[in-house]
């Protein structure tokens, strides 16, 4: 939801709009290097493909409902005849679709890659992990006012790090994944999988730069792991103190949270907020530690 930032962000890599400053990332279509042709078309048609399974299902429901009206034994005939199609058909479509994807690690790209799991690890830890939408500058004094002195209103999404394969996709190894705002990001060892509603995208680790800072976010309650670093009223004066003329006013943590910007030339930009405020800057040193050389 909205919430309170006193340090303004970057507005480089971002499109501004009336004010509003808008963290948007390629879609899947546009992350499809040639290199990566022949996997992105396989992946993108077992991810696509029609799901015979589901229409198997719906049509034996519909069967059913049209042969309660005539016996309750027809009706129960039909729902046992549909569960055993429909299991059957559910086991052929796995069988179709999925892709099977086995790495053969030689030591130093073994090495690699768990630098890279070792680095989700990190972002893995933290307690809360925002992916940022917008952020929109406050005007004025008096909208600062009642936003408890912040400089920004920023919009954020909660993100999820952790581990699993791609749909449809059987590996021999554990993938560390990102969730966020539509998106799943798989790291696998030769670059990052990208999935979304418009299919499967990839982008290559050396198409991949990172960076990470620091930023002061205002929290009415903050998570755990989050270094709080001052305090603000909800309801400043000029000075810092409290404005008398608000009824409700009480002290807000400033806390000190992590900021990670993930991005390629080919468009992929993920723009993440940490509760623990050293999180991006650990990140940024295993993973560029394991996508080194490639």
């Known amino acids: ?40 078309r396989k992946l993108n048609d077992s991810y696509k493909l029609f799901r015979l399974d589901y229409l198997s299902g719906i049509s034996f429901c519909i069967l059913a409902y049209i042969a309660f009206q005539s016996s309750q034994v027809a ?4 729902i046992v ?30 090495s690699r890659f768990k ?17 940022l939408v917008d952020s929109r500058n406050i005007s ?30 059987e590996t021999n190894i554990t993938v560390p994944t990102l969730k966020t705002r539509g998106q799943t990001l798989y790291m696998m060892p030769d670059g990052i999988l990208v999935y979304d509603d418009r299919g499967v995208g990839f982008v ?26 001052g305090k603000t009223w909800l309801h400043p004066n000029k000075n810092g103190g409290p404005d008398r003329r608000f009824s409700s006013n009480h002290e807000i943590p400033i806390c000190l949270y992590g900021e990670l910007k993930i991005k390629s030339s080919s468009g992929m930009f993920i723009y993440l907020m940490t509760s623990k405020h050293d999180s991006p800057s650990n990140f940024m040193a295993e993973f560029q530690e394991g996508i080194k050389s490639f």
């Open 1 to 40: 939801g909205k919430q309170n930032q006193l340090q303004e962000y970057d507005n480089n890599e971002s499109i501004d709009d009336h004010n509003i400053t808008k963290y948007g990332t390629a879609s899947s279509k546009k992350l499809a290097p040639q290199s990566r042709e022949e996997l992105l």
């Open 75 to 78: 009706g129960i005939s039909t």
């Open 81 to 110: 005849v549909g569960i055993i199609a429909t299991t059957l058909v559910a086991y052929w479509e796995a069988k179709r679709r999925t892709i099977h994807i086995t790495y053969d690690f030689e030591d130093e790209n073994a």
């Open 115 to 131: 630098k890279i799991i070792s680095a989700f690890n990190l972002l893995a830890s933290n307690v809360s992990s925002w992916s």
């Open 140 to 169: 004025g004094t008096h909208e600062s006012k009642l936003n408890a002195g912040a400089g920004n209103l920023v919009n954020k999404t909660n993100a999820q790090i952790g581990t699993g394969n791609p749909p449809w996709v």
């Open 204 to 229: 290559e680790y050396d198409d991949v730069s990172i960076n990470a800072n620091t930023t002061r976010f205002i929290e009415e309650k903050p998570p755990s792991d989050a270094k709080v670093v």
